[in-house]
């Protein structure tokens, strides 16, 4: 039997109008972790994984006003909605690339912050732990990696249930990540500064945010 993928051009042409309602609450979270680098946001270096068509780059650049924000994602069809929504990009690029490929491993990570909102839990176990490093090898020691994903409450179990049942679910390959699961490899690269489940989407969201360090932690 072939595993069912998402269909992710389908996704980013028409994302469905709860998203309207759960991304608001999304983009403020994300905005409170993104201040939580210990540097000057005007000055940082943004990347975010998994971003075509991004849905976040507006809020982000007009709120914090980041140096520079890369896009990186393997779809070219949200990419492509993305460029139409911005023709006038400055400061920005788009990278068309699966994200475990943009920095190979010792490869010299130039960016402060990376991070990444419903794309850790697409992939199987190993596939993830991947996903997480590659992360890490995109920001420069004491910069910060700010992971979302789905994690398997009550809430989360009832309202899949709900949407699977009715035929209306989109994301067949989605696993829910437990919070250790998250935590354990982050761990490995950094000192975790935060990290919470955030319940008010209904499909609840772990969020995990983490300083890096590139020398073992004592």
């Known amino acids: 039997m072939v595993a069912l993928k998402t269909d992710w051009d389908a996704y980013y042409e028409n994302p469905g109008w709860f998203t309207r309602f759960t991304r608001r609450i999304t983009t403020r979270k994300l905005i409170d972790c993104l201040r939580l680098y210990n540097g000057p946001i005007t000055e940082a270096r943004l990347i975010e994984f998994g971003g ?30 993305f ?15 699966d994200v475990r490929n943009v920095y190979p491993e010792n490869s010299a990570a130039d960016c402060d912050i990376c991070f990444s909102v419903g794309l850790i839990e697409h992939f199987d176990e190993a596939e993830t ?7 890490f090898r995109a920001v420069r020691d004491a910069g910060i990696v700010i ?7 009550w809430l989360y179990r009832a309202i899949r249930g709900a949407a ?7 994301f067949p390959d989605e696993r829910p990540l437990a919070m ?21 989407i209904g499909l609840t969201q772990g969020i995990v945010v983490t300083k890096v360090a590139r020398q073992p932690l004592s």
């Open 52 to 81: 075509a068509n991004s849905c976040f780059y507006d809020s982000l650049r007009e709120s914090l006003q980041p140096a520079t924000y890369d896009i990186v994602d393997s779809n070219r069809a949200g990419l492509d909605l």
């Open 83 to 97: 460029s139409a929504r911005h023709p006038d990009l400055t400061k920005t690029r788009l990278i068309e690339s």
């Open 129 to 135: 732990r991947e996903v997480i490093r590659s992360h």
């Open 147 to 153: 992971l979302f994903f789905p994690t398997p409450t």
């Open 164 to 170: 699977e049942a009715l035929g209306i679910w989109a």
């Open 180 to 200: 250790a699961e998250v935590r354990r490899e982050a761990e490995q690269h950094g000192q975790v500064v935060f990290h919470q489940t955030n319940w008010w």
